[in-house]
Nanobody, 119 residues
Framework: QVQLVEAGGGLVQPGGSLRLSCVASGSIVKIYKMGWYCQAPGSQRELVATITSRGSIDYADSVKGRFTISSDNVKNTVDLQMNNLEPEDTAVYYC?????????????WGQGTQVTVSS
């Protein structure tokens, strides 16, 4: 069984910063990609940023230049540094990992952490 545990959400004023962290644990054979998705009320879950085990990175256009994703392949962690936050960034942020465990190769999700940007 694999678990993704997130930390670091909260309330911040516009222009502020937050750092999200996620650690994957359990019967992991290999992680191919980790990242973050977000879901605002009434909207679908959408990509924020992902990073592969080889270091290839994708960002949503809306966060380019403001957010930075990083990972540690040994510790099985992925972080998201969010700067210059805007009210439109308000959402539940989910950690994502595409990995092979002892049974399958498939996506896994964390429980989500709330990020609220408001004055």
């Amino acid at each position: 069984q694999v678990q993704l545990v997130e930390a670091g959400g909260g309330l911040v004023q516009p222009g502020g910063s937050l750092r999200l962290s996620c650690v994957a644990s359990g019967s992991i054979v290999k992680i191919y990609k980790m990242g973050w998705y977000c879901q605002a009320p009434g909207s679908q879950r959408e990509l924020v940023a992902t990073i592969t085990s080889r270091g290839s990175i994708d960002y949503a256009d809306s966060v380019k230049g403001r957010f930075t994703i990083s990972s540690d392949n040994v510790k099985n962690t992925v972080d998201l540094q969010m700067n210059n936050l805007e009210p439109e960034d308000t959402a539940v942020y989910y950690c994502y990992a595409y990995l092979e465990d002892d049974l399958t190769l498939r996506p896994h999700w964390g429980q989500g952490t709330q990020v609220t940007v408001s004055s």
